[in-house]
């Protein structure tokens, strides 16, 4: 009898090696973190501090999603229905709707890292220090959860999938 090839259906294996948990308390950390910056800005530089985070946001995310989309296209990685535009915490900014392979996933956020950092830095030249400043700290602040979770995985092995759900992120090999 030879195997029914049509309408069948291909399954994947995947191995949990890591899952991170997000417990409420990093939550609510997290969520504190640019409160506590924005009071130290508006101290020690400025009092327009608390508009220029607020400016610095949406453009941070903005910066964010042209490198990510940049590092995919120009790498040759699939991005259609795979990326998305995502606004839940702690995961804000253009991140993977589906699992994601960890090389991928490093190679975007690194380049999200550095290349974000030199644009922040080029402010300096127009911009209030104040408003350089904010947008240093958004662009970390956004890049700090996966970061932290980049860290996390950093002795694992590299050719695992990554999966990143509101309350964890899973690390599975194949």
């Not at 101290?43 to 400016?55: A, E, P, T």
């Not at 995919?72 to 990326?83: D, E, M, N, S, Y």
């Not at 995961?91 to 589906?98: I, R, S, T, V």
């Amino acid at each position: 009898m030879e195997p029914n090839t049509k309408g069948a259906a291909t399954f994947y294996q995947y191995k949990l090696i890591k899952k991170i948990n997000l417990t409420p308390v990093k939550l609510r950390i997290y969520i504190a973190l640019p409160l506590f910056f924005v009071v130290l800005e508006t101290v020690f530089l400025s009092w327009w501090s608390i508009l220029f985070m607020i400016i610095a946001a949406p453009v941070v995310i903005w910066i964010q999603y042209v490198i990510s989309r940049s590092v995919l296209v120009i790498t040759g990685h699939p991005i259609a229905k795979r990326w998305r535009l995502s606004y839940r915490l702690p995961w804000l900014g253009y991140m993977p709707d589906q699992y994601i392979s960890y090389g991928i996933f490093r190679k975007v956020q690194m380049h999200n890292f550095w290349i974000g950092l030199c644009i922040a830095a080029l402010f300096i030249v127009w911009s209030p220090p104040a408003f350089t400043v904010s947008l240093i700290i958004c662009h970390l602040w956004v890049l700090f959860p996966r970061l932290y979770t980049l860290l996390r995985l950093n002795r694992e092995e590299k050719n695992g999938m990554l999966k990143f759900t509101s309350t964890d992120v899973s690390y599975y090999s194949q």
